[in-house]
């Protein structure tokens, strides 16, 4: 069974502080990743997608992806309280049309 | 501008009595999606149209139905609602096979009473 695995939280980080999520996948052929940031009470809004090995940063987030080691991380710089939410991670094997989601990691940034 | 459109946003609905929750795009993906989400949970996907072929997930009850009458429109159907149908539903939308991810409309709350 195809799996994503991540830490539920909550990540407590004071507020500037780098805040670091984990995400790791069980399914060798996978090939798109993706960061979603979910409000409570919204829905996901994708915030990160990479598709090859390293990093990839977009304003004050950066995607990180080892295939090797079939992980992937998001890391947000000088976080705000306006971060504050769930951090969805999920994985497309692109074999089919699913994504397989991990169950989210709630983050809370402290003033 | 573009984008995948929920209706309504907020649904209470009694126990045994059909609902039927509605999604729209302008995307013009062709992959839509229908999925289910609980409180704390990861959502879980209950059906997808490609085109028009319909995928059913092996764990998707009965009681769930869904009907896309053309590109831009997908209904979920409940036909009789119990308490454990109440979560958020949210519709997606992607191109093929979803590899540039999914864009998710802003949900239906689905309360039962």
């Known amino acids: 069974q195809k799996e994503v695995e991540q830490n539920s939280g909550p990540l407590s980080v004071p507020e500037g502080a780098i805040a670091s999520l984990n995400c790791t996948y069980s399914?060798?052929?996978?090939?798109?990743f993706f960061w979603y940031r979910q409000y409570s009470g919204k829905s996901p809004e994708l915030i990160m997608s990479?598709?090859s090995n390293g990093d990839k940063e977009d304003g004050r987030f950066t995607a990180q992806l080892n295939k090797a080691s079939q992980y992937v991380s998001l890391l947000i710089r000088d976080s705000q309280p306006s971060d504050s939410a769930t951090y969805l991670c999920?994985?497309?094997?692109?074999?089919?049309?699913?994504?397989?989601w991990g169950a989210g990691t709630k983050l809370i940034i402290k003033p | 501008d573009a984008m995948v459109i929920q209706n309504p946003r907020y649904q209470v609905t009694q126990f045994g009595k059909p609902v039927t929750l509605s999604c729209s795009q302008t995307l013009n993906h062709n992959v839509m999606y229908w999925y289910q989400q609980k409180s704390s949970q990861a959502p879980k996907l209950l059906f997808h149209y490609y085109d028009k072929d319909f995928n059913n997930e092996a764990d998707t009850p009965d009681n769930f139905q869904s009907r896309r009458p053309n590109t831009s429109f997908c209904f979920l159907d409940i036909r009789s609602p119990g308490l454990g149908d109440a979560a958020m539903y949210l519709c997606?939308?992607?191109?093929?096979?979803?590899?540039?991810?999914?864009?998710f409309g802003s949900g239906t709350r689905l309360t039962v009473v």
């Open positions: 999920a994985v497309n094997s692109g074999s089919n049309y699913q994504l397989i």
């Open positions: 399914d060798r052929g996978s090939q798109s």
């Open positions: 990479i598709y």
């Open positions: 997606a939308t992607s191109r093929d096979r979803g590899v540039r991810g999914y864009t």
